[in-house]
């Protein structure tokens, strides 16, 4: 209950009987007076400490009657009850609630609750949005939670996750591609293609491998791109091509192998035909060199006489010169080393044919006419078989 007390009371002066307002007491207080001191409570809710005029008394409603506070000395005190209007109730303010009748205030949510305004049980806090559970913990790393409610944190999307050390994430937004993946934030993330890679989380697209290497799809660095079939090693981030004589035959950055003996690789030194050979990819990739025969990466024999070896069989096989009419030295490599046998000529069609009358056939291929006034039998080897006609003699 509320009490006034009066410090310095004259019992017997007459004192006129006033009703005195909150705003009266605010007022007396601020006038600095200590005829006697006044306390004022309103029932629990608002509290007004000041001082009144002598000539004022404290009425709690026009039914008192002043009289009974007449002939009271100065040690005693009146005791009081303030009424004030309360007006309407009032909705619970959001973030908390009150689950019981009275005239006491609502009580806070817990930290990490939101509740609607006028909640009137504590199951009517909720987890706000990033937090979840019993005890509205935040959200672990690479989970998120949208909206205030009861629902549990959700998982990233696969392949993409959060910053490190992110807790009590809000939106999917928080969920970027891993590096290795690629995609736009919120977005599905998939893997980057083989050859490329991307090194950070982000919606930012992949980086294609430099040429001549390769990586494995997701790949996160450039390290990961190393040279491809056929390619070595030539500094940061480059690939040259195998040398002459040499192969490579899987991936990786070391160096390229030599070609067995008698081997050569295509290039355009060897096939001018073929100026953009590409460097050799497997053993297979080493042919038998000219003048040499054998199966494809070796090993290659010296191609006997007779026959003339090219380096683009694939077969293993040597060729013969033409019929049996020519011949040739061994590791012949080409078909102009197949010379006619003596007595023999290379016809225009490329044929080894049976030198004609009066002529000559040496081993050059070529057909000599004997000298004039001279005659020779067929095959004729030299010169030497050109006699001369009737009625005439050498010089």
Partial sequence: MPFVHYDMLDATEQMPCVQVTLADCQTAAATNAFNFSVYVQYDGNAVCFGVLQIDTILEVSNERDCEQFKGLDESQSVVITFHQPRGACEPCAADSYKATASNAACTPCDANERSLPGSAAKYQCLCDAGFSGAMCDACWQNTYKTHVGSASCRACPGNSSQALGMLGAT????????????????????????????????????????????????????????????????????????????????????????????TVT???????????????????GCICGPGFFGLLGGPCDVCEAGFFCTCFEDDGSATACYEDHSLSVAGSSDDSDCICLPGYWQAPSMQCSTCPLNKYCAVDND???????????????????CTCDSGFVPE
């Fill in 171 to 262: 939106a999917l937004a928080s969920c970027q591609c891993n590096a290795g993946y690629r995609g736009p934030d919120c977005g599905l993330c998939k893997a980057c293609d083989a050859n490329f890679f991307k090194p950070a989380a982000g919606p930012h697209a992949c980086t294609q491998c430099h040429a001549h290497s390769v990586s494995p799809v997701a790949s996160t660095v450039c390290a990961q791109c190393v040279c491809d079939l056929g390619y070595t090693n030539a500094g940061i981030a480059q690939c040259g091509a195998c040398g002459e004589g040499t192969f490579k035959n899987n991936t990786g950055n070391q160096a390229c192998s030599a070609c067995p003996a008698n």
């Fill in 367 to 385: 057909l000599y006419a004997c000298p004039s006034n001279s005659t020779a039998p067929t095959r004729s080897t030299s010169e030497e078989d």
């Fill in 266 to 284: 295509v290039s355009p030194e060897v096939d001018p035909n073929n100026p953009a050979a590409p460097p050799a990819i497997a053993l297979s």
